[in-house]
């Protein structure tokens, strides 16, 4: 099989929301974009229509949705079986599909079941995703030629280290993400892999509808030094500046993207 020629991204999670601008934003920097999301099987046409701009006549060629849910084995070998015979190498990956809890509920009454769902999507999919991705960067880092550079991005949260008492199973997921950053660009080093992390503050997504009011009126008082909603946008471009190789000398960093919300304020 002959190697695809343009670098080639998996987003996870590129349905809608931070993955689909992420995605939107390496295609017209001429990646070739791998969307992937659990619950549909098929994109809808806007979405086509959308990459039809950038990749014109070549979007076959160029592009690849794969229905996958990340919390399974399965469905994590199925992302890295198809991705191998469509284009025979893998430039990127960005750990980006997440779920929020059902349900909002208090750490003293919060469910198993909402804990496993929520750790086995944000935390082990990723994990396992980035382990076998990372095996396969590692052997194409040795057949290719030094055009080759690798990244893996993670999207952690302001939740890494912000406690919200009703959503813990989330806030437990996002920590354990920061340390995979850790552990992952800590390994892959000697490979010429870095590994980033973008801690995301409120962004406006489908994500955070069901509290859009609630954070409305934070951002309305004051909440973060940058006083607006985060949008999608604002996440796809420090992936971009990654990508672009313009952090050089850094690996295992966290880009905080979250309007100024973590510096602590007097
Ligand atoms: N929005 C925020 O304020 C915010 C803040 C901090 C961090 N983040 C993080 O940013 C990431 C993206 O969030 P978002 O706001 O863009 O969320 P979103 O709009 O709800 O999109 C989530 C995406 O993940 C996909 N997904 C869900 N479960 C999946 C699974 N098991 N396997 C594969 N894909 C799955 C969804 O695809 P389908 O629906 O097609 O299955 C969808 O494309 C998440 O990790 C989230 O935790 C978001």
């Not at 695809?4 to 809608?16: A, P």
């Not at 952690?156 to 920061?178: D, V």
């Not at 962004?203 to 309305?220: C, F, P, Q, R, S």
Request: hydrophobic share 40%; aromatic share 10%; net charge neutral.
């Amino acid at each position: 099989m002959t190697m695809h020629e343009h670098r080639v991204v998996l987003v996870t999670g590129s349905t809608q929301g931070i993955g689909k601008a992420a995605i939107l934003e390496l295609a017209k920097i001429d990646f070739s974009v791998i969307v992937n999301g659990a619950s549909t099987q098929n994109l809808p046409q806007d979405y086509f229509n959308t990459l039809k701009e950038i990749y014109g006549n070549n979007l076959d060629e160029r592009f690849l949705y794969i229905q996958a849910d990340i919390s399974k084995k399965a469905d994590r070998q199925k992302l890295l079986e198809k991705t191998k015979n469509k284009f025979g190498r893998i430039d990127v990956l960005v750990n980006n599909a997440g779920v929020a809890p059902k349900v909002r509920q208090d750490i003293l009454k919060a469910s198993e079941e909402s804990y496993d769902r929520v750790l086995a999507v944000n935390l082990k999919g990723p994990f396992f995703l980035s382990q076998i991705f990372s095996n396969w960067m590692i052997e194409l880092k040795t057949s290719l030629n030094d055009e080759y550079s690798p990244y893996i991005i993670n999207i952690s949260s302001i939740n890494r280290y912000t406690s919200s008492t009703n959503r813990g199973e989330y806030c437990i997921s996002k920590a354990g993400i920061h340390m995979m950053t850790k552990l992952y660009a800590d390994r892959l080093a000697e490979y010429g892999i870095p590994v980033f992390e973008i801690s995301p503050g409120i962004i406006e997504t489908a994500m955070t509808e069901k509290v859009h009011l609630k954070y409305d009126k934070l951002i309305e008082g004051g909440f973060t030094p940058i006083n607006r909603w985060g949008k999608p946008l604002d996440i796809a471009k420090p992936i971009i500046a990654i990508v672009n190789g313009l952090l050089p000398f850094s690996t295992g960093t966290v880009i905080d993207i979250d309007g100024g919300f973590h510096l602590h304020r007097l």
